[in-house]
């Protein structure tokens, strides 16, 4: 069982360009997440989904898109990177209601330049 | 928005030691969950324990939620427990998953 993977690993990417960055869960959790983890500001949520079909705003959306199109894919979207976007990257996912466990993926390392 | 606050920031053991982490937030939660963090940057699910006290292994947690804190005990600690542990809460009455994290206490232990 593989749990969560995520891809790429790393990625340079200039600014301007779009990017999209892959999580997939083979646990057939209800929940997924991302987050972003910058040093010093601990991990942020971006943006969730409770359920395929469903997607919310997290604390620091602005930037990016996610979609949720069946229960293993939730893919986040960097329409137009920015710099600020620097950061490591990770996807969670969990059973939804109660006890709400998330597991993580491995994160992506990604630089805008 | 709900605040968490963990201390210390920072901590050095000797392999053997024992250690206690503290976790505070300033509002009622229906989710918290510790993690560590290796220092490869796996991420680990510890404990989700929004109330009472769990046990696994070497490691305890206990959230008391009417005080708004919850401590995670690294009891013999080993130089694998070294990263960074972090406190996650959600509070209010949902149960979203929408995690708010603490800034971590990064923990060192030497041989």
């Known amino acids: 069982i593989a749990g969560i993977t995520q891809a790429p690993t790393s990625q340079i990417l200039a600014a301007g360009r779009r990017m999209t960055l892959r999580c997939t869960q083979d646990?057939?959790?209800?929940?997924m997440y991302w987050y972003r983890q910058d040093l010093g500001l601990g991990l942020r949520l971006i943006h969730y989904?409770?359920?395929?079909?469903?997607?919310g705003k997290g604390e620091v959306p602005d930037g990016y898109s996610v979609s949720r199109a069946n229960t293993d894919d939730f893919p986040l979207t960097l329409a137009s990177a920015v710099p600020s976007q620097t950061s490591v990257y990770f996807c969670?996912?969990?059973?939804?209601?109660?006890?709400?466990?998330?597991?993580f993926g491995p994160g992506t390392r990604l630089t805008v330049l | 928005g709900i605040q968490v606050e963990q201390s210390p920031p920072d901590l050095i053991l000797q392999e053997g030691a024992n250690s206690t982490l503290r976790c505070n937030f300033s509002d009622s939660v229906n989710n918290l969950q510790w993690f560590h963090q290796n220092p490869w940057g796996q991420l680990i699910n510890l404990f989700y324990?929004?109330?009472g006290t769990k046990q696994n292994g070497r490691l305890s947690a206990t959230t008391v939620a009417t005080e708004r804190y919850s401590l995670l005990y690294i009891s013999s600690s080993q130089t694998t427990d070294s990263g960074v542990y972090f406190c996650?809460?959600?509070?209010?009455?949902?149960?979203?998953?929408?995690?708010?994290f603490g800034q971590g206490t990064t923990l060192q232990v030497k041989p």
């Open positions: 996650a809460v959600e509070g209010g009455s949902g149960n979203t998953g929408k995690l708010i």
């Open positions: 969670a996912s969990s059973e939804g209601g109660i006890p709400d466990t998330q597991y």
């Open positions: 989904s409770n359920t395929a079909g469903t997607t």
């Open positions: 324990i929004p109330s």
């Open positions: 646990m057939r959790h209800n929940a």
